[in-house]
């Protein structure tokens, strides 16, 4: 039987809480209630059962005992999150921009696929995407 997990939160070392909060939510993603923010940390509702954990990057250090990485070199994983139309990745994906975020390449269109993406303001790199189920099968 495989593993299956009834909730999925990611951690993100930031520079700045308040900052990230406020791109994050500039984008239209909602803050999970259940756990308070602080200066050290927020967490981020992505889906049903995913969340994003962003924490300053002095506290994400002492909870790992490693460093983070230095994301304007290296890239640890990027982020994909599938969405329900080509306009909300657009959509997403501009309003990332004009809160600061960066475009990450151009807008790939594959006809049963249509994938864009940003990097955040800790250049994390997140990948936005819609799937045309029926082209896929076809």
């Not at 969405?83 to 809160?99: C, H």
Request: charged share 15%; no cysteine; hydrophobic share 45%.
């Amino acid at each position: 039987m495989a593993l299956t997990s009834t909730f999925t939160s990611l951690n993100l070392p930031v520079k700045n809480v308040a900052q990230s909060k406020a791109f994050f939510t500039g984008i239209g993603f909602a803050l999970n209630p259940q756990f308070p923010d602080s200066e050290n940390s927020v967490a981020i509702v992505i889906g049903d059962n995913l969340q994003v954990m962003l924490i300053a990057d002095s506290f994400f250090n002492t909870l790992t005992e490693r460093e983070s990485v230095d994301t304007s070199k290296y890239s640890q994983f990027t982020i994909a999150l599938a969405f329900e139309s080509r306009e909300k990745v657009d959509e997403i994906v501009n309003t990332a921009v004009s809160l600061g975020g960066k475009l990450h390449a151009e807008p790939e269109d594959h006809g049963f696929m249509y994938h864009w993406g940003f990097v955040d303001l800790d250049g994390h790199l997140w990948a936005i995407n819609y799937m045309n189920a029926d082209a896929a099968q076809g």
